[in-house]
């Protein structure tokens, strides 16, 4: 008797374990995971749809993507595992929506993943989509833009639909569009810089809008650019500067420590200048989608010209160049440590120490523009924090690679610079901005 009821029980065991063991393996009734880019919902002339499939048991046996348009399917994709065990699979297809003869309208997208399982688990996700071959169209608001080589330019425009992508490009480089009222209408506006070497045709400029299909326009800017001339000039390092400025560099980067004061020049020149650059660009960068600033920007008040935007330097020490730099901001001379006002409204994105600009403060005035404070003695403000036009930020110094008490003063455009005498005349920005975002039809 004792005998057969271990024998009943351990049946029982086995029948417990193998119900486990199936329902587990070959038995699991959990359906598989169906997952893709929340932007699938409109496709243009060409869209890459990614898509994962997913089972955590016996793993996917097929997977297939399917759209369908006016009752007909296209197999995007149809793919078998023959060996369980594929637990994840991610598969990009391209639509080539004019060779799968698709058109402008409704269609539906089928995505469909089977398990591995005895009963052939199934998953499939139904998803409508929008067939979209018609690009944005681009009205321009301004018939004429006269350029400065350096320069800024503002532009104004309407477009046929909300986009998601749309700016300027000079070149290759790309200046966001910002959505604004113009005239009580929805619009764009977008501020760009001129490079300091441009040309009529040289470099291209272009509105570019790309809507939610990939659907893209470009529309060449009416323009013309100004011939302008920048100063050249040689400076002659002495051991006197160096022996008063390279030390606080070396104190502040290791690498540098027992190099030379002209070594160290020369790394302070390339490499940290290079280094300064990106961050003051990566601060512009974050900027209010809306405009900041009014009337004419300030500048320092009782201030002479020291060196101004786009000079090009030539540095020698013992008769020999030893470096370049191009100069991208106006310095300005007063009393020592003479007050620094915010020269417009706007919102603190950077204050500190930066490399050879010395303590230094960057402002957003919002739509890409920015303007950088250099060489300060003091910093008064702190990031996040709004100022007013004519507010005092800080005092001016000699920090950084600074050979007396000066302010840098320098004006960006999503972190290009430009020059900032364009900004502090009124005439300039009623012609150049205002009246510009003020047309419409």
């Not at 790309?174 to 760009?192: D, E, Q």
């Not at 470009?218 to 011939?227: C, D, E, S, V, Y």
């Not at 935007?309 to 991208?328: A, M, N, Q």
């Amino acid at each position: 008797m004792k005998r057969k009821f271990w024998y009943i029980v351990g049946c029982l065991v086995l029948l417990a374990g193998g119900g486990w063991w199936f329902f587990l393996t070959v038995g699991e009734r959990g359906n598989p995971v169906v997952e893709i880019d929340a932007d699938a919902a409109v496709i243009g002339r060409q869209k890459a749809l990614n898509v994962t499939f997913a089972d955590s048991d016996r793993g996917l046996r097929h997977t297939e993507i399917v759209i369908t348009q006016d009752g007909r399917p296209r197999v995007l994709s149809s793919i078998d595992y023959p060996e369980a065990g594929v637990r994840r699979k991610a598969v990009s297809v391209a639509v080539d929506a004019p060779a799968l003869n698709l058109h402008d309208g409704p269609a539906t997208l089928t995505l469909t993943a089977v398990d591995h399982s005895l009963w052939n688990n199934r998953t499939t996700v139904v998803r409508p989509v929008q067939i979209d071959f018609l690009p944005p169209q681009i009205f321009q608001l301004n018939t004429q833009n006269h350029i400065n080589p350096g320069g800024t330019c503002v532009v104004a425009y309407r477009l046929s639909e909300a986009v998601p992508r749309t700016g300027v490009l000079v070149g290759d480089q790309f200046y966001p569009g910002y959505p604004v009222t113009l005239a009580g209408k929805p619009g764009y506006a977008a501020y760009f810089a001129l490079p300091l070497d441009a040309s009529p045709g040289v470099p291209q400029i272009r509105i570019m809008a790309q809507d939610h299909a990939g659907n893209e326009t470009m529309n060449g800017i009416p323009n013309l650019i100004k011939k302008r001339k920048f100063r050249s000039d040689t400076m002659v390092l002495s051991d006197g500067f160096l022996g008063q400025k390279m030390p606080e560099f070396q104190a502040a980067i290791p690498e540098l420590r027992g190099k030379t004061p002209i070594e160290t020049f020369v790394y302070v020149n390339t490499l940290l200048r290079a280094d300064n650059l990106k961050t003051i660009q990566s601060a512009c960068l974050k900027s209010e989608p809306r405009q900041l600033w009014q009337d004419t920007f300030l500048r320092m008040k009782n201030a002479a010209p020291m060196a101004l935007f786009g000079d090009r330097r030539t540095y020698f020490y013992s008769g020999k160049p030893v470096g370049e730099s191009l100069h991208i901001g106006v310095d300005l001379a007063s009393l020592v440590h003479a007050p620094i006002e915010a020269a417009n409204s706007g919102i603190v994105r950077f204050t500190g120490l930066l490399g050879i600009y010395g303590n230094a403060v960057i402002i957003d005035h919002g739509l890409g523009l920015s303007t950088l404070y250099a060489h300060m003695s003091g910093i008064q403000v702190k990031p996040d924090q709004t100022v007013k036009r004519g507010e005092v930020i800080g005092l001016s110094g000699e920090t950084g690679l600074a050979g007396g008490d000066h302010l840098h003063f320098g004006v960006a455009i999503h972190g290009r610079f430009v020059d900032p005498r364009e900004w502090w005349d009124p005439h300039w920005i009623a012609d150049n901005v205002t009246k510009k975002l003020e047309a419409g039809y």
